[in-house]
């Protein structure tokens, strides 16, 4: 048995970097494990900025490289803030893990940050958050081949139809999404 990581970090057209399985993977596998970067724990979308600010202040000079190495797809909208607090924001917006069911604690994760979302049924790993561990967990849903892209659902509540799914990714996620369900002419 191969002890060397199932999956690599690959650019993909038109979306950025993805993670691919270099092997089959069998359903049920534990992918990774990591930390977050930062978590911020606020009610309030303001609240959540301040306090976003202050962590990231807060961070080692390594931790800040790993997170503004982060994809950014969020437009700059206010353009009194400087260039490190437009970035951070960006990119919280982009990346955020909302890790409780009240939409209290959001986190930022390096690896977790990395895999592109596909729309139900598309998906073929999800995540766990352990609030007593402080860990992120990926897991495969189902049996994946080598070579295939391992993606999450970032919001599974979107049955709407392609075209209204697509806008509201766009609108709360800032991406025209192409994923296989999205391409896929059976859809409407
Ligand atoms: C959390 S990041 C995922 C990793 C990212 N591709 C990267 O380069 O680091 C989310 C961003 O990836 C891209 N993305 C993710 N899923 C996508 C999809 N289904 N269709 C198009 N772009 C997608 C979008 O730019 C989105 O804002």
Redesign the pocket.
């Known amino acids: 048995m191969t002890t060397e990581s199932p999956f690599v970090i690959l650019d ?1 057209p ?5 993670v691919f399985a270099v092997r089959f993977i069998p359903a049920g596998t534990s992918l990774f494990q990591e930390p977050p970067i930062i978590t911020v724990e606020d009610a309030q979308a303001t609240a959540k900025i301040v306090s976003l600010n202050r962590a990231f202040s807060q961070l080692s000079a390594e931790q800040k490289t790993a997170y503004l190495s ?2 950014n ?1 969020q437009p700059a909208s206010d353009t009194a803030l400087t260039e490190v607090d437009i970035a951070v924001l960006g990119i919280w917006k ?2 955020t893990f909302v890790l409780d069911d009240q939409g209290m604690i959001n986190g930022i994760f390096q690896m977790s ?7 139900l049924g598309g998906e073929n790993a999800h995540w766990e958050w352990s609030e007593e561990e402080k860990l992120m967990r990926f897991w495969t849903d189902r049996d994946i081949e080598a070579g295939e892209e391992i ?1 999450h659902c ?1 919001r599974p509540d979107w049955r709407m139809g392609t075209k209204n799914r697509r806008e509201a990714l766009m609108e709360n ?7 296989k369900v ?1 391409e896929s002419p059976e859809e409407d």
């Open positions: 993909v038109n979306k950025g970097q993805s982060l994809c797809s982009t990346n940050s990395r895999l592109n979302h596909s729309c993606t970032y996620y800032g991406f025209w999404c192409t994923c999205c």
